[in-house]
């Protein structure tokens, strides 16, 4: 009120093979809005701004009747005109092609193929292993797809179902969906607007229209008309469709219905939006496609040497490329992804955010800026009374929402009620002239009524009042509504000796006119000076707090009732002006400065007024001193204009979705890596449209959380900040994951490409090569997924979104541990061959040498440049411990189990054989660990610590 003015569904896989296009190919939101506003103009000529237009003049323009309604004839003819009072379902495409859609990326391609070839081996276990990953990743996928447009349905879901109207003369209640322009609506307090009004008549009328404007205080409405140009908030003349009545009744006329409503062009919108590909699904389609034409040019030039140098024949070598080409494959690599993300999902849950959709773990950790949503995001959504200005001198109230915790503080020390007893005078005002409720629900206190309302009650719990005895004592006798043409509500109240009191509360200016003198703390009263209390609240208002005064007045005997005569004949006493705002979360204020420590830029987009973002920004420490743009300003920019200026502007107000959806995109077109947080139908496509959409999972609207990747349980912007942090840690994980499995593909590739090269025996053969991919795969690399974050992790700035996940310095790590395995399995095989074992014995030196390596390399990648030969390094992730007892388990049943031998053509291997093979790895170990210690000189000499 304004008295003054998990479920996870996820595919690795890009679901469509045109993600990568749809930054290209991303329309602005100023264009795909104009063209939206374009179209609807086309559809209905006499689309005009109605809150600009007289009650008079838009009856005429919609050939409506106040007192009559539109004939049972007329509803037909418009409803055939303009239909049915409904958003339409967004096309959709039918399930097969869905499904086959999942299969169109090229790592798909190169799982597709190496699942081909393993068939042609004759391996059946292992095709089946790749078809199965590539099956279930798919079938994950269509499910996704069925529910991504779940945000249009939600927003068709906050249409009102049934709306009292007027009709050949008869009030009569109809489906919202018959209504059409001309319609003569009635409101009450609860209901939920069924289309655009034009309002003809309001007695004390306020809606809560936050989920449209991110406005917390619920709007006074009036009838006359406003400037054409006025931003949403302030068409104080209409009543939009999804928005609730908080307070009193009205009668509007219907201007737009469907699509052609503010929350059914919000619905439009959100439909043309593009969603942006992540960071790493980016990376990963064009890693894919790079390494898809090496694998396929390498095999192919292996294939030609063997036949024109080596003379090998045409079927022999057919076999060796293939076995080439299935050794560089890392087919474990789409699975180990998806399972660190998910793990990253279960550590972000602990931390109250809740992924919708597996690649946005990642995404968080690549953010560079986020942008919020003011209300219910930093803020509570809850007002709240701050600060009590008396005669006196200022008060400040501590404690944030409706819960009445918190106390009262003047000139540095704790004030108490009992102290003061001009605080118990102001909690019975704010009690009693009141006609909202407060409950305790489930250990939540919530407001029945007006939101101002509830912060006061709140007020007067922390003054000590009792609600239930204050109200026998003093019973209400008679009542004056508040009516924004006398702006405040008045209240007769007596006590059981028969004394009578009227109690005042509305807009300090309108008030501070009835009043002849001030209360004091001690009880008394003081003169009024007027000019005191006009810079107090000048500079309140300067803070973004709304200000209400509240006023006592003793009537000396019985008074029957109120008339506004008795009002307006003056002689209050003035008590308090209060200050009431929906303060920033204490929490929101700590999360904000971590995250500018890390690097990442916070923005606040709101719908509220510049004043009030302002105030709220300074208090999160976002800026001091720094022009807010309002939406007006936005509006005026062109795209490039824009995305000069929003790099240098934290604060954002009056914004409609149209301007944060532009917003979003012009962070997005400078090349940063954009989260957006919010809770509001009105910030649906601007969620939808970010790198990462966080919603408010308590308090957010269903719409704003079917647009988002990620959902706030707490609805606290600190778990935003803990969730980059996870971000991050998944990140890292996901670049060891990687720098730890290729290293074995390069290894066992570089093994055939050797063994052709120099024409000796094939040492390792392709059911070998995917045995020794997949072990690799589900035991060591799985360890590091749930590898803790490194120390520095969020004090280094946010990673550059254009670097690769494979950076030159992983790319050097993982050819040259490549490397290392290529010498210790090649090594390995021609040792046992020169002292006399069997081929089938010299391959199984050569596989368990390439493990061995890999084993002890895992230690060196729990940390890229850090040395593990520690206590920590060694024992510090007990799943790398049980990772590691687990493979030694499989290798002894690979090496010595009569079905594994004969599946695999391994043979047994002797003592001395596993020393060799044990010594190897611990030079890989020591070696990689040589080549760290090199790096951390390197970059001390070059004066920076960084990975």
Known sequence: MQWSDVRIAFIIIPTKGRTHRRRRDRTSAKAMTTSIDAAAADEDPRRISHHALSVDDSLIRL????????????????????????????????????????FHNVLIHVLLVAGAITLLLGHLVDAGVIFGVVVINAFIGFLQEGKAERALDAIRDMLSPRAQVLRDGHRQEIDAEELVPGDIVF?????????????????????????????????????AAVEAGAALGDRRSMAYSGTLVAYGQGVGVVVATGTRTEIGRISTMLGAVRTLSTPLLRQMEGFSRVLTWIILGVAAAAFVFGIALRGYGAAEMFLAAVGLAVAAIPEGLPAIITITLAIGVQRMARRRAIIRRLPAVEALGSVTVICSDKTGTLTRNEMAVQRVLTGDGRIDVSGAGYAPHGGFERGGRDLEPAEAPLLTDIGRVALLCNDAELRLDDGEWRVLGDPTEGALLTLALKAGVDPKLCREEWPRDDVIPFESEHRFMATLHHDHAGRARVFVKGAPERVLALCVDAGALDGGARPLDVGAWERAMAEAAGEGMRLLALAVRSAGGPLAALSFDDIERGGFTLLAVLGISDPPRAEAVQAVANCLAAGIRVKMITGDHAATAQAIGEQLGLARDVQTITGAEIEAMDDARLAEVVCDTEIFARASPEHKLRLVEALQARGEVVAMTGDGVNDAPALKRADVGVAMGHKGTEAAKEAAEMVLADDNFASVAAAVEEGRIVYDNLKKTAAYILPTNIGQAGIVFFAVLFGVTMPITPPQILWVNMITAVTLALALAFEDGEHDLMRRPPRDPGEPLLTRFLLWRIVFVGLLLVAGGMGAFLWEQAHGASVAAARTAAVNAVLAGEVFYLFNMRSFTASVLNRDGFCGNRYVLGAIALLVLCQILFTHLPAMQRLFGTEALDPAAWLRILAFGVAVLLIVEAEKALLRVRARLAGRGDH
Request: charged share 25%.
């Open 187 to 223: 409101l009450a307090s609860g209901d939920k607007v069924p289309a655009d009004l034009r309002l003809i008549e309001v007695r004390s009328l306020r809606i809560e229209e936050a989920v449209l404007t991110g406005e917390s205080l619920a709007v006074t409405k009036a009838t």
């Open 63 to 102: 050939e409506a009747r106040r007192h009559e309604g539109l004939s049972a004839a007329e509803v037909q003819a418009r409803l055939a005109v303009h239909g049915r009072n409904a958003l339409p379902p967004p096309p959709r495409s039918g399930p097969l092609l869905r499904f086959l859609l999942q």
